[in-house]
């Protein structure tokens, strides 16, 4: 089904008797049973306007698109969203919904925050086929409860996307990357410490245990004026004085790095199950230790793990308890995202009771 | 401003409801005797008073499990209660209820300078969270003007903003975790010292639910290093919409300053006798502030600077020193105290899209002559924030409702233009009946459904946020059940 309107969607949905898959471009490995609902026919950029660093797209516009027409004005997605398909081996174009549904985020995650923290504004069909508005297209904006977020990452169980407005940001002149040679991962994750609580604006802090050339490498981020860059990169560094330190100026080759680090590109095409592991970052290397993976690398200081496994590694019961969670990215035979204590796990299962009664939009996929 | 009427079964058990307390709480911290309680009548929307049936002032989480957990078997409301700033009437007790102030949970539990947090009790003050970490080089970004009393409880309630939200976000963008005592009593942990949820955002949905989901007694909150140095600038115009233009310019000319604050001339002209800070006298006036290095401050100002020139400002005044950034903000940090000089004043709180500002500003003036009520302009230019002061006589038969009146007109006139009636001070009792301006009728159900998961007795604040008539049928069939 590929309805054209909000208002066709919200038909099938009422109409709708078993479970539906809610897609937009397929690109992010969430394959269910039932019905295909596909939300590319909700499509157009509805209003962009620069100068309120606002924009409002229908959920199935393709992520290209926006991402051109931000382009265009020297903006972007502060919060760089992954791109999937080279992890989950898909092709397809990702959309702006599919973003959304995910709460999808990159590297720099960790200075301005997730896709969650740009969100303004949401419409959205239920699971009875009722349509519903939250948030807006502003700014600011406290009136009633945070539906946005709420909508933001809930994977289209809760109910399937059809506008979302986000803030988006200016596109920095200038950035840079300062690269740290030969780290532990231990010591790695205190030097990104250290950086991401210095001044000087770090906006990516990754560790490679294994780099291109097979030793380690730590990054960090530097974006800005050029004059600014120029200088917060020579403080950062000086920083790890002593080190084997580098500072890596030319503009494509740091977007190209920091694109490596956001796809997880160590993992493109290599065999196993691939988890993300959101932690406290401190304990990041220990934790990534009691995983013992195949491969493993670090975004968000330590705050969160990539790790490529035999498939079928319960990680899970390897990480034990921890002050975070663990997500099975890529593979099959364990529940995709982490089981909630009974208390929490309550709540979400009334929160779907509600929004989707008969128990049909993504069923399943969220507990 | 109607209220339900009291529970008289609930107001008959007084004595029995105020024993059960007594059990489970040192004797100072239940608090019953009338003239006691009167200390609770409202908050900082003072027009409305009501003293609770009882206040509690609990210690610990353990505590507030156990109060709840009374109120829950007795069929009790429960009001929670921070430092009561609230400009919206969210902390407005009702006469059955039993009010829960945080207030003496106010305790630094830990700070952790590598994972870039700090974990307190929520009856700890905004500004006090800073100063545990100011030392150390780190600071909490949200900073409310309130912040020297308001607590982190009614921050994460209100989900609060400040004067720095264009760059560090509001409440929500800085809050990682919390513990929650649900109205049953179940004391639960969401998010943590991680930055994204592994569920649903429960997170984002208790930030801003204005103490109707729970009460929150414990935070973790993201902290920052603090920049090398911060400086405004100040620019005067002889329009606003020229001075609309310049805060649009220089967005899209890619600087991000961390405040852009607007006043206009009503405001200028209050401030001026007040504070005499050398105001130009103007009809808009912007305060800009940059941060970073000395040298980055001079590029980012530098570019400010050549864009404002563009737009032929009457007055450009850079801060040379501390002494003189001092300066540039004591008009704007004393707005609020010099129009309180002037006369009783209503701050509203409505956001609207930038691009809009010259059009609700001139409405606002033409309004401001049909209701005979002077208003003055302050507000956050860059997130579209605005804080229209209505100034009004409270001693005047009739006054303050031709200011709601009025009020309310501006706030739907936001809506009207694509925005919202509050952007930081929250819905409260002020603006619950407007709510059917904004959202449709499947938009509320759909918010009062996570009430409903939450709190199924609908005991938690009730008379909030939700217009009455829209949530009766609820709070009714909760009354009937007990
Ligand atoms: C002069 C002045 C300036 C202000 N400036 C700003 C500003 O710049 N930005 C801004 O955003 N606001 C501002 N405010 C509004 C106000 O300060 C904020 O809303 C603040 O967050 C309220 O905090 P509080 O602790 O006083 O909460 P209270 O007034 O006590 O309560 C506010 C709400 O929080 C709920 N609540 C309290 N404690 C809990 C808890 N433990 N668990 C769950 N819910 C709870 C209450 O029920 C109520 O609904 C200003 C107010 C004043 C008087």
Known sequence: MRPETEAELADMISAAKGPVCVQGGGTRGVNLNGDVIETGGLSGITLYEPGSLTLVAQAGTLLAEVEAALDAEGQRLAFEPMDHRGLMGKSGEPTLGGVVAGNVSGPRRVSVGACRDFMLGVRFVDGTGTVVKNGGRVMKNVTGYDLVKLLTGSWGTLGVLTEVSLKVLPKPESAACILIDGLSDADAVAAMAKALGSPFEVTGAAHIPVGLDGTPVTMLRIEGFAGSVDYRAGQVAALFAGQEVRVERNPDAVTKGWAWVRDVVPFHGADGDVWRVSCTPSDGADLAAKIGAEAHLFDWGGGLIWARVAAGTDVRSRLGAFDGHATLVRGTGQPKFQPEPAAVAALSKGLRAKYDPKGILNAGLMG | ?482
């Open chain 2, 1 to 482: 401003m109607q209220m339900p009427k009291p529970d008289s079964h609930v107001l008959s058990r007084k004595d029995l409801i105020v024993a059960r307390l007594k059990e489970v709480l040192p004797e100072d911290a239940v608090i019953s005797d009338e003239a006691e309680t009167r200390a609770y009548e409202c908050d900082a929307l003072t027009a409305y008073k009501c003293p609770p049936l009882a206040a509690v002032l609990p210690s610990s989480t353990q505590e507030v499990s156990a109060v709840l957990k009374i109120c829950h078997e007795l069929g009790v409301p429960v009001v929670p209660r921070g430092s009561g700033t609230s400009l919206a009437g969210g902390a407005l007790p009702t006469a059955d209820c039993v009010l829960l102030g945080v207030a003496r949970m106010n305790d630094v539990i830990e700070t952790d300078y590598d994972n870039r947090f700090i974990r307190v009790q929520t009856g700890r003050t905004n500004l006090s969270v800073t100063g545990a970490v100011e030392e150390d080089g780190f600071f909490y970004a949200p900073d409310p003007s309130s912040q020297l009393a308001c607590a982190i409880a009614g921050n994460i309630a209100m989900n609060s903003g400040g004067a720095h939200c264009l760059k560090y976000g509001v409440t929500t963008n800085n809050l990682m975790g919390v513990t929650i005592v649900q109205m049953d009593g179940t004391v639960m942990e969401i998010g943590g010292k991680h930055l994204d949820a592994g569920g649903y955002d429960l997170l984002g949905l208790i930030c801003g639910s204005e103490g109707q989901l729970g009460v929150v007694t414990e935070a973790t909150l993201r902290i920052l290093p603090k920049p090398e140095g911060a400086r405004p600038v100040l620019m005067g115009f002889d329009s606003n919409e020229v001075a609309g233009a310049c805060v649009a310019d220089i967005i899209k000319a890619g600087v991000l300053p961390v405040a852009i604050e607007f006043m206009d001339r009503p405001c200028i002209e209050a401030t001026e006798a007040f504070a005499k800070a050398g105001y130009p006298m103007c009809e808009a006036l912007l305060i800009i502030e940059v941060e970073g290095s000395a040298a980055e401050i001079d590029e980012q100002l530098g570019l400010i600077l050549q864009i404002a020139r563009r737009h032929n400002p009457v007055e450009l005044r850079e801060a040379k020193d501390a002494d003189e950034a001092g300066r540039i903000w004591l008009g704007r940090k004393s707005a609020f105290g010099a129009m309180g000089q002037i006369n009783d004043y209503m701050c509203l709180d409505g956001t609207i899209p930038v691009s809009e500002l010259p059009y609700v500003l001139r409405r606002i003036g033409e309004m401001s002559k049909e209701y005979g009520l002077d208003v003055a302009n302050v507000f956050h230019a860059g997130d579209g924030n605005m804080h229209p002061l209505i100034l009004f006589d409270a001693n005047k038969e009739g006054d303050l409702e031709l200011c709601e009146a009025f009020g309310a007109d501006i706030l739907r006139l936001c809506v009207e233009v694509g925005g919202c009636l509050t952007g930081e001070h929250g819905v409260g009792i002020e603006k619950r009946d407007l709510m059917v301006d904004q959202f449709a009728s499947a938009d509320l159900e759909a918010q009062m459904a996570v009430k409903d998961v939450f709190d199924p007795a609908w005991l938690l604040n009730p008379a909030k946020v939700f217009p009455l008539a829209v949530s009766e049928s609820r709070r009714s069939v909760a009354l009937a059940a007990e």
